[in-house]
């Protein structure tokens, strides 16, 4: 594998952490104002968890797999993001509240870990 190709699939799976983290944030904000009275906001929570993140964290298990003789802690962590992403889709569609928002949190911080490690990454 090329380090062009290395470095890229990193830059990669930094922005696309860094973008995953900030949108499961917001999720928690569109939750909140849907709680609020905001009919319309539940709608973009749903298209935004269901089908955007679930992207990026596929883009991320990809960019994993690409690093991964380099940076083995990647592929992993993102695949373990992905499979927890798919409990929380789980959660919200069956309103298990109590799960769904707890887990919310938890995938903010392993998202927003990895991109705090990945940035580090851009100097090894």
């Given at each position: 594998?090329?380090s062009?190709?290395h470095r890229?699939?990193?830059a990669?799976?930094r922005?696309v952490?860094?973008?995953?983290?900030?949108?499961?944030l917001?999720?928690?904000?569109?939750a909140?104002?849907?709680m609020?009275g905001?009919?319309?906001?539940l709608?973009?929570?749903?298209?935004?968890g269901?089908?955007?993140?679930m992207?990026l964290?596929?883009v991320?298990?990809?960019?994993?797999a690409?690093?991964?003789?380099?940076?083995?802690?990647?592929l992993?962590?993102?695949?373990?993001?992905?499979?927890l992403?798919g409990?929380?889709?789980g959660?919200?569609?069956?309103?298990?509240?109590?799960?769904?928002?707890?887990?919310?949190?938890?995938?903010?911080?392993?998202?927003?870990v990895?991109?705090?490690?990945?940035?580090?990454?851009?100097?090894a």
């Amino acid at each position: 594998m090329t380090s062009s190709l290395h470095r890229q699939a990193i830059a990669v799976a930094r922005i696309v952490a860094w973008l995953t983290a900030a949108l499961v944030l917001a999720q928690g904000a569109l939750a909140g104002s849907f709680m609020a009275g905001t009919a319309s906001s539940l709608a973009s929570h749903r298209v935004i968890g269901t089908y955007v993140l679930m992207f990026l964290s596929v883009v991320l298990v990809a960019a994993g797999a690409v690093v991964f003789r380099q940076r083995r802690w990647i592929l992993p962590a993102s695949v373990v993001g992905f499979l927890l992403l798919g409990t929380q889709i789980g959660t919200g569609f069956t309103d298990r509240v109590v799960v769904h928002v707890p887990l919310g949190v938890a995938l903010f911080g392993i998202y927003l870990v990895m991109a705090l490690f990945l940035r580090d990454e851009a100097t090894a």
